[in-house]
């Protein structure tokens, strides 16, 4: 399912009609170029859960750890780790019926590619503002939150 939006705004209400129908445990995987709004969409994905939280991008620290009363974030970017590069990070010890891992650059690592429930690519349109996001279900849990979307 393919979503044009024209603004930072349209993007939060996109995230917004998203958030809705995220049932943990889910693995969602992003990818796109530098700059398409895959730390953007995160951001505003996580203040969904706390608009006060301080989200910053775990390019360097590889993995940033968000616990609410309901769900535990782990949002992780995988831009500086080499394709299938092995033991980088324990990502089962950290997986349970609460867990919702969002991960940029997903496809440095075919493992956690190959079982993440849903894959959201972002593209830049020909403005700063524009891009396309294109939900994927990879798993049955994700083709039924994107059908629920209905957007």
Same mark, same amino acid.
């Given at each position: /399912?393919?979503? +044009?939006? !024209?603004?930072? #705004?349209? +993007?939060?209400? &996109?995230?917004? *009609?998203?958030? #809705?129908?995220?049932?943990?445990?889910?693995?969602?995987?992003?990818?796109?170029?530098?700059?398409? @709004? $895959? +730390?953007?969409?995160?951001?505003?994905?996580?203040?969904?859960?706390?608009?006060?939280?301080?989200? $910053?991008?775990?390019?360097?620290?590889?993995?940033?750890?968000? !616990?609410?009363?309901?769900?535990?974030? &782990?949002?992780?970017?995988?831009?500086?780790? =080499?394709?299938?590069? /092995? !033991?980088?990070?324990?990502?089962?010890?950290?997986?349970?019926?609460?867990?919702?891992? &969002?991960?940029?650059?997903?496809? =440095?690592?075919? $493992?956690?590619?190959? =079982?993440?429930?849903?894959?959201?690519?972002? #593209?830049?349109?020909?403005? *700063?503002?524009?891009?396309?996001?294109?939900? #994927? @279900?990879?798993?049955?849990?994700?083709?039924?939150?994107?059908?629920? /979307?209905?957007?």
């Amino acid at each position: /399912m393919k979503k +044009t939006v !024209n603004s930072e #705004k349209e +993007t939060e209400e &996109l995230v917004k *009609q998203f958030s #809705k129908y995220i049932r943990p445990p889910l693995i969602i995987g992003f990818n796109g170029d530098l700059g398409a @709004g $895959k +730390t953007t969409f995160i951001r505003k994905l996580i203040r969904t859960y706390n608009v006060c939280e301080i989200v $910053k991008s775990p390019t360097f620290g590889l993995v940033e750890e968000y !616990n609410y009363d309901s769900i535990d974030i &782990l949002h992780a970017d995988l831009y500086r780790i =080499n394709k299938n590069e /092995m !033991n980088y990070f324990d990502f089962h010890s950290y997986y349970n019926n609460r867990s919702l891992f &969002l991960i940029e650059w997903i496809e =440095n690592d075919n $493992k956690i590619l190959n =079982n993440s429930d849903i894959l959201i690519d972002i #593209k830049i349109v020909n403005d *700063q503002d524009q891009r396309i996001f294109d939900f #994927k @279900g990879n798993s049955n849990e994700g083709k039924k939150l994107i059908r629920n /979307m209905k957007i």
